[in-house]
């Protein structure tokens, strides 16, 4: 069990576009993901909370309105990157925690490659 | 603030042998978290070991192992009897207590010699 998906895997998407990414928890509720980014030959670096039902809280340095958060249901969290530049190419993460269970718990997304042409 | 400190950015060991992979940590919470985490080329992370800072004893997980020394904010790995599977990317990692985000080091890049 605890296994979370991330859809797309890959994508690449013209300069001035916006891209969703989605990330659900498939056999558990999660009230709470992370989203993470991860540059390469670097570590993850968190970019938000989310939890459901509420807004996103965004680490220091990440723009709110251009990373845009939905945790509509216990089970799907969806990052948004609007007007995509060049520099927003990354690897993004997520993970989940279950809305049960041990609170340190994390469950990750296997990823999604966003390359901005 | 808070930070993890990986010092190794690479690492190598020949199979079957003994590795450890160190790892710094600097907070002032009394309650948290600390994990390794693998990260193979597939880049899906995969947990390894956690260990509680209320705990005294350190955490193992068949050939994993740790040394977590809190009062030096200190918490290192050790693999043994490596596999070639071992080679990945390890990263450490804090999780303070209270809002469970994970603060990652800049990780170790292992690779497990033949």
């Known amino acids: 069990g605890a296994v979370v998906s991330q859809h797309p895997s890959w994508v690449i998407c013209k300069s001035g576009t916006s891209v969703k990414i989605e990330c659900r928890s498939l056999?558990?509720?999660?009230?709470?993901m992370f989203w993470y980014r991860q540059f390469p030959k670097q570590s993850l670096m968190l970019m938000a909370t989310s939890n459901e039902g509420s807004k996103a809280t965004y680490e220091q340095g990440v723009e709110k309105d251009k990373f845009l958060i939905n945790h509509a249901s216990l089970t799907l969290s969806t990052l948004t990157v609007t007007s995509a530049h060049p520099e927003d190419s990354s690897f993004y993460i997520c993970s989940a925690r279950r809305a049960q269970g041990a609170s340190y718990e994390q469950y990750f997304g296997p990823g999604t490659r966003l390359t901005v042409t | 603030a808070q930070t993890v400190t990986q010092s190794q950015p690479e690492m190598s060991v020949q199979e079957a042998e003994t590795v450890t992979l160190s790892c710094t940590y600097d907070?002032?919470?009394?309650?948290?978290?600390l994990f390794w985490y693998k990260q193979p080329p597939s880049r899906q992370m995969i947990l390894v070991i956690r260990q509680e800072a209320y705990k005294q004893q350190n955490a193992t997980e068949n050939r994993f192992s740790v040394n977590f020394q809190k009062a030096a904010k200190s918490f290192s790995l050790k693999i043994s009897d490596s596999q070639l599977g071992d080679a990945a990317m390890y990263f450490c990692a804090y999780s303070p207590g209270a809002t469970n985000k994970l603060i990652f080091g800049t990780g170790t890049l292992l690779a497990v010699q033949p």
């Open positions: 907070t002032s919470e009394s309650d948290y978290y």
């Open positions: 056999d558990f509720q999660a009230t709470t």
